[in-house]
């Protein structure tokens, strides 16, 4: 089975900035999405932002909007979340996942939904 695997995550400062960076495990099938989702303690888990397999369409949380970017390496399909202007509230931990392409439906819209197929285990963000 497809492993999602995050890295890059940490504490910092708030105002810095930090990136984390998710890979699969293994090969996944051409034009797979993917984006981040992230949880806080007592909070329900919210999509953060998705990318399209082409990198074409661009999904992100109001919240984040102009601090946070999603990004893709297509020859890894690995995905990467530069985060800029960090808030206490941006702490939580922050989920990768993935969505393979099924005919008639938007791939990063339906991911950045919550329809995902694959999961990572999570990173902790911690901004102070």
């Known amino acids: 089975h497809v492993q999602l695997v995050e890295s890059g995550g940490g504490s910092v400062q708030a105002g810095g900035s930090l990136k984390v960076s998710c890979a699969p495990s293994?090969?996944?099938?051409?034009?797979?999405?993917m984006g981040w989702f992230r949880q806080a303690p007592g909070k329900e888990r919210e999509g953060v932002a998705a990318i399209s397999g082409s990198g074409s369409a661009l999904h992100y949380a109001d919240s984040v909007k102009g601090r946070f970017t999603i990004s893709q390496d297509m020859a890894k399909n690995t995905v990467h979340l530069e985060m800029n202007s960090l808030k206490p509230e941006d702490t939580a931990t922050y989920y990768c996942?993935?969505?393979?392409?099924?005919?008639?439906?938007?791939?990063?819209?339906?991911?950045?939904?919550?329809?995902?197929?694959?999961w990572g285990q999570g990173t902790q963000v911690t901004v102070s």
């Open positions: 996942a993935a969505r393979r392409q099924q005919l008639g439906v938007a791939c990063s819209s339906a991911l950045f939904q919550g329809y995902a197929d694959y």
């Open positions: 293994a090969v996944v099938p051409k034009n797979t999405c």
